[in-house]
């Protein structure tokens, strides 16, 4: 059974969540990486990811000068990676520089790859939209990487305050 | 390290992934349930959530005439009420009816909620994009509702060919 709640409290239940991390790279600057929780699929044919990327963000502004970024899925390995690019901000700070996080060159986009992630997309910026306060951004994947280890696992967030595991089946 | 690979084989590393169930209901008829994976948090002022609905769905036709929904996340012991509704067309079948699935009354929709679920969001329809081959739906979040149970947890697709399973914290 249930009983009405604010929308706030009920968001607390939606635990373990996905989390992403895009990355991105200026003309001739310095790559960036961006943890983004408001992802998911939103065409096959061909295959899209949509994002939520916060307007103010490093990363917003840099794929509106690019029409290019990564989607990434962190694997557990990572979870220091992902609060470290969660929380901080690619305008005073070189993450890559900051956490070591290891690249791959991209086949078709200057925004590198995750080397230690379970999988990478990389993407071309086909459309924006803003329905409510958030720039939902699409992009179509035209390159996908896959991890060489097939038992690494993606990482999750498991509950508010930037809490961050590994899942296992019930 | 990584290695370049099909789309689709990179997907096959998502897992696990969100499933969320959208309920809907024509005037004067009987609701329906869906399962949507593709679905994702699109704004927090006001709360929003984005759905990737198939076009030839019955929920597409209700929502596109009602402009009302209901997102809700099943929980671990609604795998069955998933899978059933995921693989069935609202078309030719009354899945409420069907699988016996929990209803309570939602405050300001039509589309009921569902009792066992971890918690329901009652939406209003405020924009629809296509970037590619699926409609995105965007829904306004104007009620929520949590189980009365705290210990109640999210049930998840683990695999592809509609596994369905609850998590534990690594």
């Known amino acids: 059974m249930l009983r009405e709640a604010k929308i706030e409290e009920a968001f607390e239940?939606?635990?373990?969540?996905?989390?992403?991390l895009v990355t991105s790279c200026p003309p001739g600057g310095k790559p960036n990486v961006m943890a983004v929780g408001w992802a998911m699929?939103?065409?096959?044919?061909?295959?899209?990811?949509?994002?939520?990327?916060?307007?103010?963000?490093?990363?917003y502004s840099i794929i509106r000068g690019t029409s290019e970024f990564v989607v990434a899925y962190p694997s557990e390995n990572m979870a220091q990676h992902v609060l470290f690019a969660g929380t901080h901000s690619g305008r005073?700070?070189?993450k890559f520089a900051a956490t070591g996080l290891a690249v791959q060159k991209a086949s078709d986009v200057s925004a590198p790859?995750?080397?230690?992630?379970?999988?990478?997309?990389?993407c071309r910026l086909v459309a924006e939209y803003r329905p409510g306060d958030c720039p939902i951004i699409v992009g179509k994947i035209i390159a996908a990487h896959v991890n060489n280890d097939p038992h690494l696992k993606r990482l999750y967030t498991v509950a508010k305050g930037?809490?961050?595991?590994?899942?296992?089946?019930?």
């Not at 239940?13 to 992403?20: A, H, L, N, S, T």
């Open 13 to 20: 239940r939606k635990y373990p969540e996905q989390v992403v």
């Open 41 to 59: 699929i939103a065409s096959s044919e061909p295959w899209m990811f949509a994002l939520g990327i916060d307007e103010g963000s490093y990363t």
């Open 92 to 94: 005073d700070t070189d």
């Open 113 to 122: 790859l995750l080397a230690d992630a379970v999988a990478n997309f990389e």
């Open 162 to 170: 930037y809490k961050l595991s590994g899942v296992r089946l019930l």
